[in-house]
């Protein structure tokens, strides 16, 4: 089973939702937890341990001069300004490529080959005997974090039970963590923003055809609208965690409540109850 675990935005605790569920998840069989939020992977902290890393590559154009006719077709083709057919030359520009080989294809000379070009890695590690982690990370000022999100899911193939935490927000990063998922878990919190936001991220979980269910963090116990919502459009609410200075002074320390304060293993184990089929 894949669980992807989601919100509409950033800070309502994703993140401490997916590390608390495989940790619960990890006492008793075996987890993979994928970190897709690949811009800002945060899962270590919670699960510091060695970690093996595998680099990530795209593929690239690369100009073959002797061949080249500057006609201009690549030029044309490319919709992200990747690649510029000058007077003498043609000039690429490999940050703004999407490897999606069209260049290649509609070059008549086959002047147009590609290299591997490397824009991030993947971070394995172990930290519990039957959890493992898996952190996908895009190198900086890289934009293909589609690319490395398959890489982390890849790494994970095979494994009975996957975890996704996936990036905030509804952009493509989200919907590449989604793909191929049995459910989505959404996070949200009882504010304003969080309801907004989370609209926007049933809407999405909706529109790509998963089950979803919700989690409501930090309840201040004024969670009406936010409920109202969810039974609105058929939302289960699996769980609510209060807005708890002992929660805050657990999660400020890195640690796990899931490990840490009594209840909340079982409560973690009954939300996947909640999700299974």
């Given amino acids: 089973m894949k669980i992807a675990i989601a919100s509409g935005k950033g800070g309502t605790g994703k993140s401490t939702v997916a ?19 690949v811009e800002e992977p945060n899962l270590h902290l919670f699960f510091p341990a060695a970690t093996t890393d ?24 490319c919709r992200f300004g990747a690649l510029a057919v000058v007077k003498d030359c043609v000039l690429t520009f490999p940050h703004l490529c999407h490897s999606c080989g069209g260049c290649t294809l509609v070059c008549p000379q086959g002047a147009v080959r590609e290299v591997p070009r490397t824009i991030g890695r993947i971070a394995c590690s172990r930290p ?15 934009v293909q974090a589609p690319a ?4 982390a899911k890849a790494r994970a193939e095979g494994h009975p039970l996957v975890i996704y935490d996936a990036s905030p927000g509804i952009a493509c990063p989200v919907i590449e963590t989604l793909e191929g998922s049995d459910f989505c878990l ?11 936001d989370l609209r926007l991220a049933a809407e999405v ?10 989690v409501i963090n930090r309840s201040d116990g004024e969670d009406a609208a936010t409920v109202a919502f969810c039974r609105e459009r058929g939302l289960p609410v699996l769980m609510t965690i ?9 999660q400020n320390r890195g640690g796990l409540i899931a490990a840490l304060l009594p209840g909340w293993e079982e409560r973690f184990v009954d939300l996947f109850a909640g999700v299974s089929p």
Avoid at 56 to 64: A, E, G, R, S
Avoid at 148 to 151: D, E, G, S
């Fill in 186 to 196: 959404l996070v949200t919190e009882s504010t304003p923003f969080g309801l907004h």
């Fill in 205 to 214: 979980a909706e529109e790509v055809g998963i089950p979803a269910g919700v």
């Fill in 128 to 142: 519990l005997s039957r959890l493992v982690l898996i952190s996908g990370v895009l190198n900086e000022g890289e």
């Fill in 54 to 77: 595998v680099p990530v590559t795209t593929p690239v154009p690369v100009i073959d001069p002797a061949r080249c006719t500057l006609c201009g077709e690549c030029g044309k083709f």
């Fill in 148 to 151: 490395v999100i398959r890489a």
């Fill in 242 to 250: 209060p807005f708890s200075r002992e929660i805050a002074a657990v």
């Fill in 19 to 37: 590390a608390n569920l495989a940790w619960a998840l990890a006492r008793s069989r075996d987890v993979a937890l994928v970190d897709c939020d």
